[in-house]
């Protein structure tokens, strides 16, 4: 449990020095286009941060039950078949992430021999955004479906929302 709560601040935190990143990169791509020197190396940056950053939140999206979805008929459903309904989806969560992880390997081995166009490193650091987001995708459908079983899933905690 204690790891798992590690893993939960430690992706929370890289998420937020992603998206951070993003926000200081674009910065910078906009200041320099009034300066004499342009920054080529931003608009590929800021999409290999952008990426990074669904890596790392996908995961706590995940087990925040904070994936859009539509609430109409889940409402309706008795707290059982709810049960059985979420369990269902978390497999096939779990199911889709283990492929990914077979695929994400393939492509992280791919990246081991191309460069960046613009930036000094291997398309495999790029390439491994989507091992690591499927590995943990994996892992947290696991935990929510052990709490689901163990009846420790609070569904009226996902229901309609937060405040805008």
Avoid at 13 to 26: P, R, W
Avoid at 93 to 115: A, C, D, H, S
Wanted: glycine content about 6%; proline content about 2%.
């Amino acid at each position: 449990m204690k790891i798992r709560i590690w893993l939960d601040r430690a992706l929370s935190f890289l998420t937020v020095a992603s998206f951070s990143g993003v926000i200081i990169v674009v910065m910078i791509q906009i200041m320099s286009r009034y300066l004499p020197y342009t920054a080529i190396w931003t608009e590929e940056l800021t999409r290999y941060l952008f990426l990074y950053a669904i890596c790392f939140g996908a995961p706590l999206a995940l087990l925040r039950g904070e994936f859009i979805n539509v609430d109409l008929i889940f409402t309706k459903m008795s707290h059982n078949v709810r049960r059985f309904y979420e369990v269902f989806i978390y497999l096939l969560i779990l199911f889709l992430g283990v492929i990914l992880v077979k695929e994400g390997w393939f492509f992280y081995q791919l990246g081991k021999n191309q460069t960046s166009a613009t930036m000094p490193f291997q398309m495999s650091a790029i390439h491994a955004s989507i091992l690591i987001m499927s590995i943990f995708l994996v892992l947290y459908s696991i935990v929510k479906i052990i709490r689901l079983i163990r009846n420790k899933e609070d569904f009226n905690s996902q229901i309609g929302g937060g405040e805008l």
